[in-house]
């Protein structure tokens, strides 16, 4: 990390660098110079992202296109150059390292405080979609393959099932009994996209609430970070993993699940929100938006359960189970919502009216 710090331009000498964020794959510090600057150095993660010279030729490409649509320094996430001019560096090691400008005065949470704080992430990934509407799509490298593909992801599973290298299958039959009776519904978005039903858009893909920054002071949206997935896709994955980690009523990785549950408030609130900063969306998408919702939740749930089938060797773990709790978390919100699911369609759609 210091070898890496010194390959990039920087304002001051580095004084301090911590680990900083909760993020479940990069690896991230926070560096504070002598002259008062602070970054965002960044491992990015190579087992996660085959291809990091791609992916850094979509975050350059991506964040060069956004700063011409904002006047304000923390409008978008910027990058720093290193000493010999790349927007990143490589450490003969396998490791590509970048660094970002730190969004000063910014918070970034785990969930929402109040249903302001997730209608300000609704705008700020509304705003994101609806910025990068007119950029040339078929520019960008797929930096993940078929990340959003539920179908694969279900064949993922059934593959770490077949192979149950840790002898865990045994203990998540009811978990599996839960996604396999949902297959057929959870293949709908894919199916959509093939048939040309919906129309392809520049998507960010991975829109948690703590890849959002507000303004610390206003809690106003400022800019969207963690852009390694943006690639192209559909608006309700956006829609829909915002929903699954921000209207939660519990963390991700809860353990006890009677405190989980999909909150129609924050529900409304986001779909408010992101209707109105991304005014552009057809008919049709508008109505894919509560499926878009269950189906990000319901493939989130069995990408952590392959993981625990796997070994946990994708997502970062803190505890032997976790990625087991994570799963479980995400079935009873897919449970929850099919209990809301009218009231979900009829939100989307008052919504989709009054804003006409
Ligand atoms: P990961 O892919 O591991 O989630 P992120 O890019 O989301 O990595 O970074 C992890 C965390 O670091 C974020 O959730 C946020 O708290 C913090 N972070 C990342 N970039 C910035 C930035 N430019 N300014 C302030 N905080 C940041
Ligand atoms: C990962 O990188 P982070 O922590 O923002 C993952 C998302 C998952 C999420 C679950 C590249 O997001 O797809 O939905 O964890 N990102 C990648 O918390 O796989
Ligand atoms: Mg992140």
């Known amino acids: 990390m210091q070898n890496a710090i010194y390959r990039f331009k920087l304002d001051g000498t580095p004084v301090r660098c911590k680990t900083y964020g909760c993020g479940h794959i990069n690896r991230t510090y926070l560096v504070c110079t002598d002259a008062g600057r602070q970054y965002i150095l960044q491992r990015i993660n190579g087992a996660v992202f085959p291809d990091p010279e791609g992916l850094m030729e979509n975050v350059t490409a991506v964040i060069d296109f956004l700063e011409k649509k904002t006047d304000d320094p923390r409008g978008c996430l ?5 000493v010999d ?33 997730f209608y300000q992430s ?39 099932l077949a192979a149950d290298k840790l002898g865990r299958a045994k203990q998540v039959q009811p978990e599996i009994d839960f996604v396999l009776a949902r297959e057929e519904e959870a293949g709908a978005l894919q199916r959509m996209r093939d048939s040309g039903e919906l129309p392809t858009r520049v998507t960010h ?52 699940l009677s405190k989980m549950e999909m909150s129609m408030d924050a529900f409304e609130t986001f779909t408010r929100g992101f209707l109105e900063a991304c005014p552009g969306l057809t008919e049709r998408e508008k109505q894919t938006l509560p499926l878009g919702a269950k189906i990000m939740t319901l493939e989130c749930g069995v990408r952590f359960l392959t993981d625990y089938l796997e070994g946990d060797v994708y997502f970062a773990v803190h505890r032997p189970e976790h990625n087991l709790d994570r799963a479980r978390t995400q079935f009873k919100l897919v449970a929850d919502m099919e209990r809301k699911w009218d009231a979900m369609a009829a939100a989307v759609a008052r919504l989709s009216r009054e804003m006409e």
């Open 205 to 256: 893909n991975d829109t948690k609430l703590n890849n959002v920054m507000l303004d610390a002071r206003t809690r106003k949206a400022l800019c969207v970070i963690d852009l390694d997935t943006v690639m192209p896709g559909l608006a309700a994955y956006d829609f829909g993993d915002s929903i699954r980690f921000g209207a939660a009523t519990a963390a991700e990785d809860e353990k006890d």
């Open 85 to 117: 001019g790349r927007m990143f560096w490589d450490d003969g090691k396998g490791n590509i390292w970048r660094l970002f400008d730190f969004v000063g005065d910014g918070i970034c949470l785990q969930a929402p405080e109040t249903l302001d704080d």
């Open 122 to 160: 609704a705008i700020a990934f509304g705003t994101f979609q609806n910025q990068l509407a007119d950029f040339p799509a078929e520019t960008l490298h797929e930096t993940i393959p078929n990340f959003h593909n539920t179908p694969d992801r279900y064949r993922k599973l059934r593959r770490a």
């Open 78 to 82: 910027r990058l720093n150059p290193t």
